[in-house]
């Protein structure tokens, strides 16, 4: 590295160093820290790591059996699975509890991992059996000796809507977890299904029991993330040094992305690897694969199931795909349809197609100073907000320069800031809507982890100029 390097790093430390010395200078001293063995936050972190651990080793044994470009996919292609087989056979799994739906995916997993010659075979069987062991002893005695599991819930979003659906997943199965829809009927359930499945892998309790860690596993999955981008490995550092920092300084950021029953963080990260896979996919394989994982964000979150729609759509009209691949991609909403036809389940989003019936909303109300609400709102969160607006003059100040190979994450992330802005104006322009003015900054972030690859091209282009090609090659 030139001194001309060093320089510039030393600049961007500069740039960055408000939320350095916001937490190092002014959090840190201020916060009490309980050091005892005891304390349920270390043992929440310790179960976490190993959960993690657990997904990156089953994700790297699906990544060689499937041939797939990184671990990170094929821990988002693990987690969907169970879903994906509920969705397409819900005829058939609506008789039986989620437990053997868990069951049968995960050995389907095992058979097609054992088949392929080039796995370690008498590792991934210990691996198996150590994880039952644990699951069936060791977690049950860790959960009745710490208080693992939380009293209140910060967002009443979480116990009003993502709780009830989740233990209904959990404790019965998918199918009755769409019966009982009420008030949000129609909400795609991808989200509370893998808080279900996720929970499966630990704990063998007939009754569902919210653990946080099970939601702090996607920090450590982020870093993951990270560290599989092509990218050097300065930028990487750099990066996850600042990602951290802003987690540690934010303690809304922290909840929201780490700690919630609403996992925003979960649907971040999905969208995120799913299209950076799909935008790097290297085989036929690989890109009905990824499109699949695609299509079936659709059950995720509002504006994620909607960008993620509208880039099919794109992908087909710039050729990128062909019929087959996008027939592929809607495959779970075509199922989707059906299972409302033949099964009398809610239909996924019903609710925002009778919201924008013309025949229940006579009169539209628009509220053009919600535009200013929804900044503020933003704003409350001064060290993600630096951090954004930094990246944000990084990548105007490389812009000049450079063409960025992600223009059309760039485009979504546009597009998914227009449409919270037209939700909160045109949509939720009355009073009581306004009231949920919260919600905006979780929209948002639902595209964070969109941003990762082209924060990492700006720490790139801004050190390396024009040996970049040649650092991530």
């Known amino acids: 590295m030139t001194s001309s390097n060093n320089k510039k790093i030393i600049s961007l430390f500069i740039l960055f160093s408000p939320i350095v010395y916001n937490y190092f200078f002014k959090l840190l001293p201020r916060e009490t820290r309980n050091l005892s063995l005891y304390n349920p936050d270390f043992m929440n972190l310790l179960l976490s790591l190993l959960l993690t651990l657990s997904l990156v080793y089953i994700g790297s044994q699906i990544k060689i059996a499937l041939g797939l470009t990184n671990i990170s996919v094929s821990v988002v292609c693990y987690l969907f699975s169970f879903f994906i087989f509920d969705t397409f ?7 039986f509890d989620l437990i053997y739906t868990f069951t049968f995916v995960n050995v389907f997993w ?3 991992i054992i088949l392929r010659t080039n796995i370690n075979k008498k590792a991934f069987i210990l691996f198996v059996l150590l994880l039952i062991f644990f699951r069936q002893y060791i977690f049950e005695l860790i959960s009745s000796n710490f208080s693992l599991t939380p009293t209140i819930y910060t967002v009443p ?16 199965n998918y199918f009755i977890g769409l019966k009982k829809q009420t008030s949000h009927s129609g909400y795609g359930l991808l989200i509370s299904h893998i808080n279900a499945v996720s929970t499966l892998i630990f704990s063998k309790s007939h009754m569902y029991y919210f653990y946080p860690f099970i939601k702090n596993i996607y920090y450590f999955l982020t870093l993951l993330f990270i560290y599989e981008i092509k ?21 809304w950021f922290r909840y929201i992305f780490f700690n919630s029953l609403m996992m925003e963080s979960g649907v971040s990260y999905f969208f995120g690897v799913v299209m950076y896979s ?4 290297q085989t036929r394989k690989q890109k009905y694969i990824y499109s699949l994982l695609l ?19 794109y992908a087909l009209y710039k050729k990128i795909i062909h019929l087959r691949v996008f027939i592929i991609s809607f495959s779970g909403v075509i199922f989707s349809f059906f299972n409302f036809l033949v099964l009398g389940v809610h239909l996924t989003w019903i609710n925002y197609i009778r919201f924008f019936d013309s025949s229940t909303n006579e009169e539209s109300t628009y509220n053009y100073t919600n535009f200013k609400r929804v900044v503020e709102q933003f ?8 951090l954004l607006l930094a990246f944000f003059i990084l990548f105007l100040f490389n812009s000049k320069n450079h063409k960025t190979k992600y223009i059309d994450f760039i485009r979504i992330i546009l597009l998914n800031t227009a449409l919270v802005f037209i939700l909160y104006i045109f949509a939720w322009g009355s009073e009581e809507s306004a009231d949920h003015i ?13 941003m990762i690859p082209i924060f990492l091209e700006s720490l790139d282009n801004f050190i390396y100029r024009k040996q970049v090609e040649n650092i991530i090659n």
Not at 379 to 386: N, Q
């Open 231 to 251: 990218s050097s490995k300065v930028s990487k550092i750099f990066f996850i040094f600042l990602f951290t920092l802003v987690s540690l300084n934010s303690h």
């Open 89 to 95: 056979f819900l005829f058939l799994t609506k008789h």
């Open 295 to 313: 299509g079936f964000l659709y059950f995720s979150k509002q504006f994620v199931a909607a960008l993620a729609i509208l880039f099919i759509f």
């Open 278 to 281: 799909f935008v790097n996919v």
């Open 379 to 386: 704003l409350i969160d001064r060290p993600l907000t630096y």
């Open 438 to 450: 919260g919600s905006s900054y979780r929209y948002f972030l639902n595209i964070f982890h969109l």
């Open 157 to 172: 979003e979480e116990s009003k809507v993502w709780l009830p659906s989740t233990t209904n997943i959990y404790e019965d």
């Open 110 to 112: 095992i058979i097609v």
